[in-house]
């Protein structure tokens, strides 16, 4: 079968699982381009679902749906939609054909060949790099080629010498930059290992790579149980016999303790610091049964994460004791621990470890504010650090996450939902990757040959919520609301991310922000149909947006800067030299922003002002989420979810809320505060007086409130949120 063929106007490469038009490329999974060929090889006539089926999955049981999921992903590449068919047709309860030419003469390599050339180019660079560290490299001349006449030598010396002297330069630059700069990784064939109704997270497999652990959630709740799975028989075990708060699983190497982070009921209100336990369990049992574990380490004036075994005897893991995390080294036979690394002044965010080459890779941000990688022997000592070098444009993220590849120098790099190869140094290059699926949680088998992620989608939509009308006695309306939700209204709807809608001041219309184009974007949305209103890059993420009183501006928090948005859909980024992870609240007339910071790090409350483009601290608490009310009171929740008003002397903690406050954010009108608490209701609380009202109980599908403007709120709702784990396997 021809490796590339035309298709109309599109180039299909079968050998790099892409299909091309002019100079613009696009990878696709390798059975959606089975498909595609199998179309081709069969122009003129209707292919029938059976027959693709069995073709390009033989032997395999798979739904009608995986053959749709193809024709959509070919459809979307090729530029149609089931209501555009110019090129793949469907033929209803029969098939599907091809419409166009079909090219396969072996001038087609030649003209793509011609429009290919740069990235040919790249791959032959690319290639130099492909020579694994500190191998020889050597060159063989044969007797006869150097068997010359004295004036043959000196007629070709000057030739012959300089090529020898470009050849033994390229050679050294490649030994260097194959030890210095990101190696480009190709990942091939898919398979899906968990297809369920549930969300599995934190896939890794055994040290000996027989078994992948994950984390199994249950629908929209933050409850889970650690899971095993055979990676042969692909047989399931649940290791622990009860649903928890469970995170970062990890097995010793001689594969006798899963370990593991439990954290109080996250279902309960919090009413003290949270506390931390390390758990351990005997794994080998729990594939028999599950397991009750055991308290390994109680933490309850720290928060610990993310243990890795180093030996069969000894942990490291990730500690906070105050603002700052650290890296240390936790011995399981003496009961104590000792510090691996730390940063003064710095943040330790996340680390990877390498059993095979006994190093840590440890993401940082310093006094520079910028993200570096650590390279550490296992004593803690420092053999590197560099800043990690981001392509230009990339979107800003808070923490990354990296792994080392087996049997190689470098790491991959989980980045805004793809992967790139990470040099040592910091360099970032790509990764031949078989799909443009968010994708997360990469974890490698120990032999290098497959590595684990986690797919799937975060589906949002944005809704109304119109607050109930109270009867007089407050008993009779607590008693109406027995067994009843009230209910909300979604008024646009997709299969992506709608979310954080605002009503527009003086105006019908409500702002929103959507990735339904595959990009994070802000959309409008009234009398009129949804439109796009930005052009953020992709991998920006939308973090929350505020309009100006008139509701001619919007400012946006976006890759963690500010930007405002004009009416014309121009915008203008503003100049702030740190991170901005919330923003809370706009004075459009002073041009004053309240908004989280990040300082080398750490998270403050502050106010920005937009003309200087100075910050004045408010506090170091923690704070969660913050809005301001019409008389000017700032109103937040802290890290327990309390709520507090500043004071102009302390803060003032708002008693009545104790057992009111959730993730769910809230929203001010007229001086009074409407949140949900964990059970659900919807509440008011009046400054004035001081009065609580229960609304009514609310969906526990609400993720969290947005707006709010005459009695009726805008909400963030969760659809669903289903997660798979996945293999893929390299092909390098």
């Known amino acids: 079968m021809a490796k590339q063929y035309w298709l109309g106007e599109f180039f299909v490469d079968l050998s790099r699982n892409q299909i091309s038009q002019h100079t613009q490329s696009q990878t696709l999974p390798p059975k959606a381009l089975s498909v595609l060929t199998h179309l081709a090889e069969n122009r003129g006539r209707v292919v029938s679902y059976d027959e693709l089926l069995d073709k390009v999955w033989p032997n395999t049981v798979v739904t009608p749906n995986t053959l749709q999921r193809s024709i959509a992903q070919l459809r979307k590449a090729l530029g149609e939609n089931s209501k555009t068919q110019g090129i793949i047709k469907t033929h209803a309860k029969q098939g599907y054909s091809i419409e166009c030419d079909v090219n396969w003469s072996d001038s087609a390599r030649a003209v793509a060949a011609e429009n290919d050339n740069v990235a040919q180019t790249e791959e032959m660079s690319a290639d ?27 007629t070709h010396s000057a030739y012959v010498w300089p090529m020898i002297i470009v050849a033994l330069l390229i050679a050294s630059f490649a030994l260097f930059r194959s030890q210095n700069t990101a190696s480009d990784l190709k990942l091939r064939e898919l398979n899906y290992l968990t297809a369920t109704d549930n969300k599995e997270y934190g896939a890794a497999y055994s040290p000996n790579g027989e078994y992948v652990l994950f984390h199994r959630y249950f629908d929209k709740v933050c409850m889970n149980n650690i899971w095993a799975k055979n990676a042969s028989t692909l047989e399931e075990y649940q290791l622990t016999n009860e649903r928890g708060t469970y995170a970062d699983q990890n097995l010793s190497p001689d594969g006798k303790r899963l370990t593991y982070i439990k954290e109080e009921d996250c279902t309960k209100p919090i009413t003290q610091n949270t506390c931390y336990k390390l758990m351990s369990l005997d794994f080998e049992q729990a594939l028999l049964e599950p397991q009750t574990a055991e308290v390994l380490l109680h933490c309850q004036n720290s928060a610990i994460r993310k243990p890795i075994w180093l030996d069969n005897q000894h942990i490291a893991m990730m500690q906070r004791e105050d603002q700052y995390w650290r890296l240390i080294r936790y011995s399981t036979e003496n009961k104590s621990s000792s510090n691996l690394y730390q940063i003064e002044g710095g943040h330790v965010f996340n680390y990877a470890w390498s059993a095979q080459r006994q190093l840590f890779a440890v993401n940082t941000v310093k006094n ?3 993200h570096h ?7 803690g000592s420092v053999k590197s650090s560099h800043p990690i070098k981001f392509p230009d444009n990339s979107p800003r993220l808070l923490k990354l996450h990296f792994q080392f590849v087996p049997n190689t120098e470098h790491l991959v790099l989980n980045y805004a939902g793809q992967l790139f190869s990470l040099s040592e140094n910091g360099e970032v290059g790509s990764v031949d990757f078989p799909f443009d699926t968010n994708i997360g949680g990469a974890s490698f088998h120990p032999d290098g040959s497959r590595v684990l992620l986690i797919k799937g989608r975060y589906d949002n939509d944005v809704a109304r919520l119109v607050l109930p009308k109270l009867l007089e006695n407050e008993a009779n309306h607590l008693e109406s609301l027995t067994g009843k939700t009230l209910e909300v209204s979604v008024f646009e709807r997709s299969i992506d991310s709608e979310y954080i809608a605002k009503f527009q001041p003086n105006e019908n219309s409500i702002a929103m922000a959507s990735g339904r184009t595959g990009s994070e974007q802000i959309w409008m949305f009234g009398d009129h149909p949804a439109k796009i209103m930005s052009n953020f890059p992709r991998g920006f993420y939308i973090r929350n947006m505020l309009w100006d009183p008139q ?7 976006a890759d963690m800067g500010l930007h405002l948005l004009h ?6 980024r503003i100049d702030f030299s740190h991170m901005v992870t919330d923003v809370f609240h706009w004075d459009a007339e002073s041009q004053s922003v309240t908004a989280n910071i990040r300082v080398n790090g750490l998270r403050k409350l502050v106010n920005i002002d937009l003309n200087t483009r100075d910050y004045q601290r408010i506090n170091d608490k923690g704070v969660q989420w913050a809005a301001q009310s019409q008389s000017g009171a700032l109103i937040f929740v802290d890290q327990m979810h309390r709520f507090w008003q500043r004071g102009g002397i302390e803060d003032t903690l708002i008693e009545p809320l104790l057992e009111q406050g959730s993730s769910k954010r809230f929203v001010i009108e007229n001086d009074v505060i409407y949140g949900i608490n964990r059970d659900n209701q919807l509440w008011s609380f009046d400054l004035k007086t001081d009065s609580l009202t229960v609304l009514g109980f ?5 993720d969290y409130i947005t707006d709010i403007r005459d009695g009726e709120l805008l909400v963030t709702l969760v659809a669903s949120e289903k997660k798979e784990v996945i293999e893929l396997s390299v092909a390098n």
């Open 128 to 154: 130099i790099g492909d020579i694994p560290p500190q191998q020889d490299v050597s060159y063989s001349v044969s007797q006869q080629t150097v068997k010359t006449t004295l004036d043959n030598k000196k």
């Open 368 to 370: 520079d504010g910028e």
């Open 373 to 379: 990688i650590d390279i550490l022997y296992a004593d």
């Open 551 to 557: 509701g001619t501006e919007l400012l946006v928090l």
């Open 567 to 572: 009416p014309n859909g121009d915008k203008t």
């Open 698 to 702: 609310v969906s526990p599908d609400i």
